[in-house]
């Protein structure tokens, strides 16, 4: 049976030096009006996805978070049914915790972005403040746009979804340093941005840290540049057949070396990384990252390792380290990578850092295997929902003759994009109380999502905690519905709960809104 602990036990463990995981659980809305700084967030419905890779040692305490405590109270049991050893959740929840005076992180007004990330955003105006970074404004960048290179360093789908500044080039994160001479004609100079203010200020201080020189960051990035009352344009992507120059990668190995000479960061052998989890307590986790491209990741890496590239890890550490004191081994094709990655993750605090002396290609010549393409790890619960859920084929369904209660548990907009006709729309959140008060079906419910994934652990759940008996599952979710030709209705007519899920880019919600976040980010370090 999970235990509760109250705001101040919580408070004291996070403080601690000892292993935890505190996941808040609430719909996105919800979490950025009001969350835990070191909480992090797995909205309900993908608990079972995410929970091998945030908290992959089942030993590992885990602490749920919700509003109140009562959702968090059923779902702390699931986990233990799962095969997690150690659940409790917050005693009254977030409700309790401001009650208690302890601090939350919230959204800035209706402005969302302000709430995610933010451990990272602040560390990002900690280094602005404090690393003297040359900047050039947007006018300045627009009259001299010929005489400089130009860089994007987000991700692939940020840059080809969103829009770039004209003639920007992508180069993710901390590849930037492998190519920046690459790129450039002679010593032009070389301006680093993303759409706001983070990434630019690691890219920009990364490169002078390494003695790269000519190096600006764009002022508040692609929205600085719109909000300059410039355009946006489709990129020229990444350069085909970018090369380092050896004698350049050689010197690139030896600055990044001496980068971690006076931190705590610790290189390991391949051996020392077999033998890592003999030689930490057996309650704690161990996360490998795999710092290079998704691409290169899938050509070629070590078993039990996630691809995170180094500039995300960075920007985003908060929603992939959950286990705050956890041991952190960082690869790359060498060190260079993940050298830069770990110099930082121990700026900003954290404190079991090690890199992969050799990185992959160390890996390969002491006749370890590097795993090939990439298959996600398996939900939690996979054995329990081939054991207690029927499935209905997309076939089966629409030519049924059972009375039948159909419930989308997607996000809403997902629902209103396409669905079932005749589909209620209920969150995975509260489908529970949907159907013992909204619904109250007496047939059979058919439980579906975009591919059956989240829809199969909800079934399993809610039939494995004594909550319906009735419960069938759509094989494939409506992926399979839409590939066998059948008929889908739009709209949320039949929605049963309002959305609650934020925006989580400010350059989404309009010009007022990202001046706002803009602000708010600079005033992060007064």
Known sequence: MPSSHSPAAVQNALASSDPIALLDIRPSLDYVAGHIRESTWVPRRKLEQRLPNLVPNQSTPVVLCDGSGERSIRDARWLETLGYEDVSYLDGGIAAWREGGFDLIQAEGDVHATAFNYESKKFGEQVAATRDLPMIEPDELAAKRDEATIVDVRTPSEYEKSGTIPDSVNIEGFDLPLYAEALRDNDEPVVVHCAGRTRSIIGTATLRELGINNIYELENGTMGWQLSGYDLTDGPGRPQELETDPQQYAQLQEVTERLLQDTDVSFLSPAELDRLDDTVDDRQTTYIFDVRTEEEFVEGHLPDSLSVPG???????????????????????????????????????????????????????????????????????????????????????????????????????????????????????????????????????????????????????????????????????????????????EGEERALRESRKAVREPYAQGEQEMKQYLTWEERLVE
């Not at 930082?344 to 590097?370: H, I, K, Q």
């Not at 419910?445 to 009735?470: K, P, Y």
Request: glycine share 8%.
């Open 311 to 489: 500039g995300q890890l960075i920007q985003t550490a908060g929603r992939h380290i959950a286990v705050r004191d956890a041991e952190i081994v960082l690869v790359s094709e060498t060190h260079i990578r993940s050298a830069i990655t770990a110099y930082w993750l121990e700026n900003m605090g954290f404190s079991n850092v090690s890199v992969l002396d050799g990185g992959t290609t160390a890996w390969d010549e002491s006749d370890r295997r590097l795993e090939k393409n990439y298959e996600p790890r398996k939900p939690l619960g996979a054995d329990i929902v081939d054991e207690t859920v029927e499935r209905i084929s997309a076939t089966e369904l629409a030519s049924t003759n059972r009375e039948i209660t159909i419930v989308n548990i997607d996000e809403l907009d997902v629902y209103t994009a396409s669905h079932i006709p005749g589909a209620w729309w209920a969150p995975r959140y509260e489908v529970a109380n949907v159907l013992a008060y909204d619904l109250d079906p007496t047939g059979t419910v058919v439980l579906t999502c975009e591919d059956g994934t989240i829809s199969e652990c909800a079934g399993a759940q809610l039939i494995h905690m004594g909550q319906i008996e009735n419960l069938a599952i759509l094989e494939g979710g409506l992926k399979a519905w839409e590939e066998a030709d059948l008929e889908t209705d």
